[in-house]
């Protein structure tokens, strides 16, 4: 998705067919999401871990950090749009491949403090039904973003697989949002 | 430097979430509170002093195994009257077990988002087993100095090995129900002996998944705390008085 990106040669590499360029990110991708769920369901999660100072409590602090994520992600979908000039009437501005990387790396690095306290301390638990859908998302978005990361790179493959796997991400995370933030949010108020 | 940057992008967060867990795991204490393991063996006369509600039954330490329990003395069955309080093992969660006249009233909670609230017969084998919402579930076995089990609140499971608290301090349980907007909230603190004050608030406590936040801080004088601008008023669940039961 990122242009500048593409442009470089890639280091002499044997030619791979488009499937091959695809299956190893995805056994990689599927490997990272096997493992945070077996790793969430198999540690005894301990109810604490780490806490970022200035906020109320643990959950405050991933509610919004999770909201930065999300909202990064709404700049990537729209970016990505730009970029691909899906949007009528707007042509990509230079710095649409920046914002679009730099709102992803964003996202992505918020993301991760709020998992591994999800993983260290909560667990991969399914005692209702948001939460069960919140751990298998959760999995899947770390999943997915990996698989995502991985083909970048990659030249030669089909226009539809990165905008497909850019969904994917998009949607896993914002599942993870509505099942974790906006219930937070909802349930004790918007609140630091 | 305009090299793999996505894959560079991969490993930071990769690197950034190793940090984080291996920082959690140092924070996690690691060490079992003191008094669990051998020390708070307590002699039958020492035991009858630190319970003295113990019930009739309490001639059971004579007839206990000799082969050195962890925990206290076990009852042969439950107490008559005794407030049991401390945090779990792994210091996740804290634990508050209040024993009057046949009834128990357990919480567990960790100041936040984990917490649970049991109640039912303290049952008559020295052994109990309650249920809560959110599949909570809470197993022990009543020590004379120090009940032990487990509990599971919120998928979390914490083992625990909590004293009886001193009857003269503040030391317990404390409750408080009130109607905030059209919920429920109800409030709950365990006050350890050294002062330490633990508690969450359910925020709509009648629905069949309750969820909890930190509670606000309950002053022990007046036994009020204010939520969202709304006055708590706590109730001692205590197993001298019977208050709260």
Redesign the interface.
């Known amino acids: 998705m990122t242009a ?2 593409r442009r ?1 040669p890639l280091p002499q590499q044997p030619a791979a067919s488009g499937a091959a360029k695809l299956v190893i990110p995805s056994v990689i991708g599927g490997l990272v999401a096997l493992t945070l769920g077996l790793y969430g369901r198999l540690h ?7 806490n970022i100072a200035g906020f ?4 405050s602090v991933k509610a919004w950090l999770a909201t930065l994520a999300t909202v990064c992600a709404i700049i990537q979908v729209v970016s990505a749009l730009v970029m691909y000039g899906k949007i009528p009437g707007v042509t990509a501005p230079s710095w649409i491949g920046g914002l679009h ?1 730099w709102s ?2 964003i996202a ?2 918020a993301a ?2 709020v ?3 999800c ?5 991969f ?4 039904t948001r ?1 069960l859908l919140h751990s298998i998302f959760g999995c899947l978005f770390f999943g997915a ?2 698989v ?3 083909i ?2 990659k030249k030669g493959l089909p226009g539809w697989v990165l905008p497909f796997w850019g969904a994917v991400v998009f949607t896993a995370l914002v599942l993870i949002w509505l099942t974790s933030a906006y ?1 937070f949010f909802s ?3 918007v609140h630091r | 430097m ?1 090299r ?4 560079i ?2 490993l ?2 990769a690197a ?2 190793v940090v ?2 291996v ?3 140092m ?2 204490p690691v060490k079992k509170p003191a008094g669990y393991s051998s020390t708070a063996t307590p002699t039958a006369a020492s035991s009858a002093t630190s319970a003295p509600a113990a019930p009739a039954s309490s001639s059971a330490p004579a007839s206990a195994p000799a082969s050195a329990s962890p925990s206290a003395t076990p009852y042969a069955a439950a107490p008559a009257k005794a407030t049991y309080a401390g945090k ?1 093992k ?4 804290t634990v508050a077990i209040v024993v009057y006249n046949g009834q128990v009233i357990a919480y567990v909670c ?1 100041g ?3 917490d649970a609230w049991f109640s039912g017969p303290a049952s008559s084998d020295g052994k109990v087993t309650l249920s809560g919402k ?2 909570a579930t809470l197993t022990a076995s009543y020590g004379t100095a120090q009940t032990t089990g487990d509990v599971t609140a ?5 083992d625990f090995g909590v004293d009886t608290v001193s009857k003269s301090s503040s030391a317990g349980l404390y409750r408080a129900t009130a109607k905030v907007g059209g919920d429920t909230v109800k409030a709950g603190w365990i006050v350890l002996d050294d002062g330490t004050q633990i508690g969450s608030v359910e ?2 406590s009648t629905s069949a ?1 309750p ?1 909890a ?2 509670a606000p801080r309950l002053d022990l004088a007046t036994r009020t705390a204010t939520y ?1 601008g709304t006055v708590l008023h706590a109730v001692r669940v205590s197993s001298v008085t019977g208050s709260g039961f």
């Open positions: 500048p990106t470089e005894s999660p301990t109810g604490i871990a780490v109320s409590s643990p959950g990387r992803g790396r992505f690095l991760v403090p998992a591994i306290h993983l260290y301390a909560l667990g638990q399914n005692y209702s939460v973003f990996t995502k990361m991985l970048l790179p219930w349930t004790f108020g | 305009k793999n940057t996505p894959l992008t991969l930071t967060g950034l979430g984080l867990l920082a959690s795991m924070q996690t779990s792994n210091g996740g969660a960790n936040s988002t984990i959110n599949n919120h998928g979390t499971n914490f925020v709509d998944n969820s936040q930190r969202n």
